[in-house]
């Protein structure tokens, strides 16, 4: 949004003031993720959300994006900063060195997650639907499966999705129909329409990767007859390289508001070719790995919106003038004072601050446990986090959103 | 909106088993609106809503106004439906028979406007800011004004605005910089541009009338001095007659979100012609005559969303089938249950129908308190309702909007 400032101080106050960050990271042998560090990279962060993305939130929402034959343009702009945000080295930052990544903490990944969503909601969504489709691959696709999709993923020259809503299923996905037939060579031919898949089509990298939930022909019914694939929109060679179309389509766009430049796409799978990820029938189990990071990133959302609805108000409340102080005029030369004067308007401002600085803290609070679960040695304080997690993440996911 | 269906049930329990309408209407002497007619006309009124108005609700968001050159286009459908409702008698429903009115009690006419603005929001904003202008007009303006608009105005011929809000000020009206000169026919040249004038221009009527607030030359400063005054779009003889082109137009329509079929206008007066209603600097308080029954307006718009919304939920949880029921399956055929068989989706549901009914019991309980003070002849029940009115009202304004 125009005029948004990533909350740069209040970050660095909750993780390294509130939350002791810095021991945090040591413990977990991240020992290059000094405070230093840490503000050198918020301060680039915040300066790529506030230079480049907070600038074209209104016109792309304006724009919106656009579908032709199966091709979809995102608005102006957009593409030019997801190649600044390649450039920048952003995609891989919290993914394996062994893939070209940093190997920094998820944490830190994710604090600066809200800034991008903050400035320009609808960009946010292409690069963040690919986290949890390297996430899946690393966790649970073979060593060839990652050697073929990662490096690009991590480098952000490709961009991945999560393919599991159908019409008929959001949240029941025991009645998902997708097929995927076992082929000769060992892959697979998948056939079904997924819908509401955000990212699934757009111009702003050369390849998708999607990650599909479907069921195998001899699978049980319900939820323990599904499993998972990887399907990209490029076929890719064992060495990583893009290949010809797969028969992978994006049939319409969604109307969504608040995200007209984000593209929420009607998938068909026609016959493509994709690879099985993680154990017949347990792909519900495979995807449930990433709940709590899911449910960060849902939450981090909201908290997104917030602030910048803060800052909107805030930036509104110091600009319009309107009647007089209630102890005097304070701006004696104008016909009126700012409304940031009324005690009604400053205590709706501090109540929107409340939410978002308390929310924000929140939010690192369930990060740092998750660096836990992700990077710790100790199995007891892994599960603690475990645990902790479990009771303090949904309200971190239905507070924020 | 589609499928939606006026609470005429509601409606009836509410006025006539909860509040005793019947009672409250012979005591003020509306003899003739008797239980079967008010049911009639909640029947009509009930088919206008889900026959003419819901089916092109959907369609009007999407097309939206066009404007071009001064002239505002309304969506396909739009004009038909305001003919409709004009053949119907509606707009002089609660206005006096010497202009054409059915002087049928302000309640009346109330409680069904809810029905217009919840099949089609954006449909209902045109005719309902008419309301306010014949009742300015009928209350404050001379008997020639009466003669020159008011017939034309009950019969819905001509629409009416009112022109508050200024860009500099919204609430603040002390500071607005409309100006008013006398001229030498007794007629005032009004000069100055409003903002967010809903109804503004439109091709649905031949005439516009706008109530505007605006400025004498010797006025004083702030709130006292603040006159009020009638600016028709085409000029009118001292017989009701239009004649030609004044000097108003419409500078653009703006984007307001949900009601994008509601033309929502800059209005520029350039040397308009116009007639001073009331006495000179004492327009705010003509104006506050109507704070009552412009608050119920307001609070009957929130109100007609939330029933919307109830409407459209229970539909989609009576048809969207998910997950099987706790208790054993509901819907043994299908491959799972609607979702209205859980429980918190039961929940949800009912929170949404105890606020729609809730309100609407509390807004027609106001609307009551209004007709005694409208029409009671018993000075000290008058001056009870008013203070009721002081207290529920800001409620009824603030929670149903």
Redesign the interface.
């Known amino acids: 949004m125009e005029g948004y400032k990533a909350p740069q101080r209040d970050a660095m106050f909750v993780t390294h003031e509130l939350l002791n960050y810095q021991d945090h990271y040591q413990k977990l042998g991240f020992d290059e993720a000094s405070e230093d560090l840490v503000s050198a990279i918020f301060a680039e962060a915040a300066k790529f959300s506030e230079n480049v993305l907070a600038p074209i939130n209104a016109s792309g929402d304006e724009e919106g994006c656009k579908w032709v034959d199966g091709e979809v343009t995102t608005p102006k702009g957009f593409k030019e900063a997801y190649q600044t945000y390649v450039d920048g080295g952003w995609p891989g930052m919290s993914h394996p060195e062994e893939f070209g990544g940093q190997a920094l903490p998820y944490s830190l990944s994710s604090i600066i997650a809200e800034w991008f969503s903050g400035a320009n909601h609808s960009w946010a969504m292409y690069p963040g639907l690919s986290q949890g489709c390297m996430a899946t691959i690393k966790a649970h696709g073979s060593e060839l499966l990652q050697q073929m999709f990662l490096e690009k993923l991590v480098s952000g020259e490709w961009t991945g999705t999560m393919c599991l809503t159908e019409a ?5 996905l025991g ?1 998902l129909k997708c097929r995927a037939e076992p082929q000769e060579d060992g892959t697979y031919s998948l056939t079904g329409t997924k819908i509401f898949i955000s990212a699934g089509e757009h111009d702003m990298s050369e390849n998708i990767v999607h990650i599909v939930l479907a069921r195998l022909p001899d699978a049980p019914e319900g939820t323990k007859g599904i499993s998972l694939f990887v399907v990209p929109k490029f076929n890719v060679s064992e060495e990583g390289e893009k290949q010809d179309r797969n028969a992978v389509a994006c049939g319409s766009i969604e109307h969504k508001m608040g995200i007209k430049a984000s593209a929420t796409c009607v998938i068909n799978f026609d016959g493509a070719k994709g690879y099985l990820i993680g154990p017949p029938n347990r792909g519900l189990n495979c995807m449930f790995t990433f709940m709590n990071t899911a449910r960060i990133g849902t939450g981090l959302e909201g908290l997104a919106s917030s602030e910048a609805a803060f800052q909107g108000a805030l930036r509104y409340a110091k600009d319009r ?3 007089r102080s209630l102890t005097g005029r304070k701006n004696p030369e104008g ?2 004072d700012p409304i940031i004067v009324h005690p009604d308007v400053r205590r709706m401002l501090l109540t929107q601050k409340a939410f978002a600085e308390g929310n924000r803290a929140l939010a690192a609070y369930c990060m740092q446990l998750v660096d836990v679960t992700l990077y710790g040695s100790d199995e007891a304080e892994k599960q603690l986090a475990d645990a902790k997690l479990a009771f303090f993440n949904p309200y971190c996911k239905s507070v924020l959103n």
Chains 1, 2 share one sequence.
Request: glycine share 10%; aromatic share 10%; hydrophobic share 35%.
């Open positions: 008929h299923c959001g949240s029941d009645m003038i309107q009647f016909p009126a």
